[in-house]
């Protein structure tokens, strides 16, 4: 997994020396680092730097004193150090001395201009931390062998531009940043489908754009010298995003429909039909939550009119007791008048 840590060289020390060689100054300073005494570490690495120029580990004694004084907070002092390393031919693919799982090469630019970034966003500089960041992806792209390693790279280089475009106050930006790796599997990139739903939830009309995206599903091939192959594409949100298992050549065709239903079984078309739903649900609840919580006056209108109804019938209903109910007829108030 890629991690911005000081590089540490695994070396044999010869005991034939009496005097001190440069690797004993290294592996002391480096026992020094991982205790975390920075200063006596420092020192130690320091002195490789001043006093053997032309030493095989000059180039990883360099990247450590920088990386001692961005540890330490010490942005002024860490700057010219990477900014020189940017300068410098020193070999990205040099062995790192990690484990199998752990980065293989020193990427020495790669690091450096990631480094520059990081200290320009706590600075809070972010258009110098993008341009920096760039360079990182670029100029100096990170090396491996593991595809793994290389789709868990892409996944924080996404976040990671997401991120500055959204101190630039650039959401669409990093929108198009995060798209691209919606459909990774070799990594974990939910925390990309999570940043995606919180910066989408404001956009209408989400599901219908994808479906008719996915019905608008192209082609580009790719000749090689001795082979060639076929992937296929769909653009969404102004950004064009790879179908998932795409890959066609002569023994392997590409089938479309099969394609699209596996889309939509994915965590990302999941996540913009949930989006869509909640939408769909919005003019109803506004209506019920305007009518509960901006008219009470129509509550009491109701109850006033409850009550007076309810007084009404139990007025009906005492008047129509038996007691109430006499069984003779009324006598006319004006009497009839004999006849002459």
């Not at 690797?23 to 002391?28: A, L, M």
């Not at 520059?116 to 090396?143: E, G, H, R, W």
């Not at 669409?172 to 790796?181: F, G, M, R, V, Y």
Request: include cysteine; glycine fraction near 2%.
């Amino acid at each position: 997994m890629k991690k911005l840590l000081i590089i540490i060289s695994i070396l044999i020390c010869n005991t034939a020396f009496t005097q001190k060689m440069p690797s004993d100054y290294f592996d002391e300073a480096s026992k020094y680092f991982e205790d975390d005494n920075y200063d006596k570490a420092l020192s130690g690495y320091q002195y490789i730097v001043d006093n053997f120029p032309k030493n095989e580990l000059y180039p990883k004694s360099y990247y450590n004193v920088g990386y001692i004084y961005y540890t330490q907070k010490k942005f002024e002092k860490a700057i010219p150090v990477f900014k020189t390393i940017l300068e410098s031919n020193f070999n990205e693919k040099e062995n790192l001395g990690g484990g199998i799982m752990e980065d293989p090469y020193t990427n020495y630019r790669h690091r450096a201009s990631e480094i520059l970034s990081n200290i320009y966003y706590d600075k809070k500089m972010y258009d110098t931390a993008l341009q920096y960041f760039v360079l990182s992806d670029t100029a100096y792209p990170y090396l491996h062998f593991c595809g793994n390693e290389y789709a868990s790279n892409d996944v924080h280089t996404a976040l990671r531009y997401s991120d500055i475009y959204q101190k630039l106050n650039q959401p669409d930006k990093a929108i198009e940043s995060l798209l691209p790796t919606v459909f990774i599997t070799l990594a974990d990139n939910s925390k990309v489908i999570d940043e995606l739903k919180k910066l989408l939830s404001s956009k209408k009309n989400l599901k219908k754009e994808l479906e008719e995206s996915l019905n608008k599903i192209y082609s580009k091939k790719t000749i090689k010298a001795d082979y060639s192959f076929t992937r296929y594409y769909f653009t969404f949100i102004n950004t064009e995003i790879t179908v998932p298992d795409s890959y066609e050549d002569d023994k392997k065709k590409f089938e479309k429909e099969k394609a699209i239903k596996e889309i939509r079984q994915t965590d990302f078309y999941k996540m913009i039909q949930k989006l869509w739903r909640q939408k769909e649900r919005q003019p109803i609840t506004r209506v019920w939550q305007k009518w509960r919580f901006s008219t009470p006056q129509t509550h009491l209108w109701l109850i006033k009119h409850w009550f007076s109804a309810s007084k009404f019938v139990v007025k009906i209903a005492t008047f129509a007791k038996p007691q109430n109910v006499s069984g003779k007829r009324i006598r006319p108030t004006v009497q009839q008048t004999n006849d002459i």
